[in-house]
């Protein structure tokens, strides 16, 4: 289970990365030099429409836009959401009943999980990641040991461990407003989970009980997904956050606050388009 204290050689790994990546920022200036996220931040690229983005590595950052300020990521909070479930290591054969609270507390949304229906822990993980069912995420946090404050803690503890302070959490599934991160944040938490093998698996996997996988990407053999997850709230706009493999290196992409689903699509395929220009890969 999630500790309160210590670190995961992954976890470590993170943070060592952030920590370069932060101290580029702070010492170039004072040694007259800008660093390479600064330069990157000047970028523009025609015809995006999304008002926060990000490209980067964990040690690198090829693009920034508006990428430090904290605003809502809608669905993409569940991806937290599995990995503290994953990371409390509890029994993924386990059945949890849906209840009405969890309807509640999912705002009456629309789901595929009926009231009274009955699922393991690991079939909820995959509504959760693929279909994007906000009852699934209810019931997972009402699950936990000692409920949604406890789920709450874990979310935060592990964001804070990273060292990813732009975080906050209301809800486990993205509906509440207080569910915020940067772009920039939100990139280095994908390129994190790109090396974990549940969410390569799961970001990929094209349906759920019949339902697709709401990433048109998981859908395209031609992109090298890791990990994703998109977004939508009437505050956060339409929101996609990947990680994708090019050539050897695993590069995060995010986009926040696109202008419609259309237009979401096309400033992913703006953003692989730079991150292929840049490194130099087809």
Same mark, same amino acid.
């Given at each position: 289970?999630?500790?309160?204290?210590?670190?995961?050689?992954?976890?470590?790994?993170?943070?060592?990365?952030?920590?370069?990546?932060?101290?580029?920022?702070?010492?170039?200036?004072?040694?007259?030099?800008?660093?390479?996220?600064? #330069?990157? %931040?000047?970028?523009?690229? /025609?015809?995006?429409? =999304?008002?926060?983005?990000?490209? +980067?590595? @964990?040690?690198? *950052? !090829?693009?920034?836009?508006?990428?430090?300020?904290?605003?809502?990521?809608?669905?993409?909070?569940?991806?937290?959401?599995?990995?503290?479930?994953?990371?409390?290591?509890?029994?993924?054969?386990?059945?949890?009943?849906?209840?009405?609270?969890?309807?509640?507390?999912?705002?009456?949304?629309?789901?595929?999980?009926?009231?009274?229906?009955?699922?393991?822990?690991?079939?909820?993980?995959?509504?959760?990641?693929?279909?994007?069912?906000?009852?699934?995420?209810?019931?997972?946090?009402?699950?936990?040991?000692?409920?949604?404050?406890?789920?709450?803690?874990?979310?935060?503890?592990?964001?804070?461990?990273?060292?990813?302070?732009?975080?906050?959490? #209301?809800? %486990?599934?993205?509906?509440? /407003?207080?569910?915020? =991160?940067?772009?920039?944040?939100? +990139?280095? @938490?994908?390129? *994190? !989970?790109?090396?974990?093998?549940?969410?390569?698996?799961?970001?990929?996997?094209?349906?759920?009980?019949?339902?697709?996988?709401?990433?048109?990407?998981?859908?395209?053999?031609?992109?090298?997904?890791?990990?994703?997850?998109?977004?939508?709230?009437?505050?956060?706009?339409?929101?996609?956050?990947?990680?994708?493999?090019?050539?050897?290196?695993?590069?995060?992409?995010?986009?926040?606050?696109?202008?419609?689903?259309?237009?979401?699509?096309?400033?992913?395929?703006?953003?692989?388009?730079?991150?292929?220009?840049?490194?130099?890969?087809?």
């Amino acid at each position: 289970m999630l500790a309160r204290g210590g670190y995961n050689p992954l976890t470590m790994t993170v943070i060592l990365s952030r920590r370069r990546l932060l101290s580029a920022g702070l010492l170039a200036p004072a040694a007259g030099l800008l660093p390479s996220f600064a #330069g990157a %931040a000047g970028e523009r690229i /025609p015809g995006l429409s =999304a008002r926060h983005a990000f490209v +980067g590595s @964990l040690d690198e *950052t !090829l693009l920034a836009i508006d990428a430090d300020r904290p605003v809502q990521i809608a669905s993409i909070s569940k991806l937290i959401s599995a990995w503290v479930v994953l990371s409390a290591e509890l029994p993924l054969n386990e059945t949890i009943r849906i209840e009405q609270a969890d309807a509640v507390s999912s705002e009456h949304t629309r789901s595929s999980l009926p009231v009274g229906s009955r699922w393991r822990r690991e079939q909820l993980l995959e509504w959760l990641v693929v279909a994007s069912d906000n009852r699934a995420a209810a019931a997972l946090a009402r699950t936990f040991p000692g409920g949604w404050e406890e789920f709450r803690y874990a979310m935060r503890a592990l964001m804070t461990q990273m060292q990813l302070f732009s975080f906050d959490f #209301g809800d %486990a599934a993205g509906l509440s /407003p207080v569910n915020q =991160a940067s772009a920039r944040d939100l +990139g280095v @938490l994908l390129a *994190t !989970l790109a090396q974990i093998p549940y969410f390569q698996a799961l970001s990929r996997k094209t349906a759920v009980g019949g339902k697709l996988n709401v990433n048109r990407f998981a859908h395209d053999r031609s992109v090298s997904l890791l990990a994703g997850k998109t977004g939508f709230t009437s505050l956060a706009g339409f929101c996609l956050a990947e990680a994708e493999r090019f050539g050897g290196q695993v590069i995060a992409m995010v986009v926040l606050n696109a202008s419609d689903r259309e237009a979401r699509a096309r400033d992913m395929n703006r953003l692989r388009s730079f991150a292929r220009e840049r490194l130099g890969s087809a």
